[in-house]
């Protein structure tokens, strides 16, 4: 089963628990994840959204962010870097 939740704080943080397949938390060296871990590049952040081998963030200024499988451009942006990066 691929089940991930991100959990948006009130200000603005990140935490994440759950599968990290894809790399979808951001970040190769996490494995599932069993407590919520913040996710320390993700701030000033007024939504997110987990699917099943991606995530989202949407700043409070109106940028996306996006992390997770990229082979084929997935993400909206070049390269094959998992790391959460703006579209």
């Given at each position: 089963m691929n089940t991930s939740t991100l959990v948006l704080h009130k200000d603005g943080s990140?935490?994440?628990f759950g599968s990290n397949s894809k790399f979808k938390f951001g970040s190769s060296d996490m494995e599932d994840v069993k407590v919520?871990?913040?996710?320390?590049?993700l701030t000033n952040i007024a939504?997110?959204?987990?699917g099943y081998w991606h995530s989202l963030a949407l700043t409070h200024d109106g940028r996306v962010l996006s992390a997770g499988y990229n082979k084929y451009?997935?993400?909206g942006r070049e390269g094959s870097d998992s790391a959460f990066d703006y579209i």
């Open positions: 990140v935490s994440c919520p871990r913040p996710i320390k590049s939504k997110v959204s987990c451009g997935e993400l």
